[in-house]
């Protein structure tokens, strides 16, 4: 049920506020011909969505992590990105994912989605672990512009915008 409360900073119904945007494959992947339907594909679940871990043969090693982003007014906006990560590093996260050690998998990739507004595709992140039932969440990046996008509340209109258009 939507609510016809409306955002008085930008007309919206506040219910399009807290949104999850999620990424179906990593951008490398989706730039192949076969995409996740490659020979040698290797994925977590049934078919990429859903899938966690992914290992596409000769495009690379991806894992799923959250990227929030605080908006003004208290809101939140959450991609559900891939990061590029070391093939050791892909091995070291499926040994751990459904164990209690889960909780200090520290992951340094590299994001492999480009993200409205920013881009910032390539740029290196390092992943951790927040909830035990959640795929980790990005942290902090050597990159000052990445950085900014996970620590900095952004003004919500222009990112809500961005990411309806889409
Ligand atoms: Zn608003």
Known sequence: MSS???????????????????????????????????EGTWMSDADANRSVLLQVPNVGPFVRALLPVKLTGGFALTFGVWLAVHPEDLQRAARVWHQPEYSDLVLDGWLANALPVWGLLACPVRAVVRVMEHTPYCSESANAKMNSVLTDELPHDLILSAVTTR
């Open 4 to 38: 016809d409360i409306v955002c008085a900073s930008c007309g919206r119904s506040v219910d399009a506020h807290n949104q999850h945007y999620r990424f179906t494959l990593p951008d490398p992947v989706l730039d192949t011909p076969e995409r996740e339907h490659a």
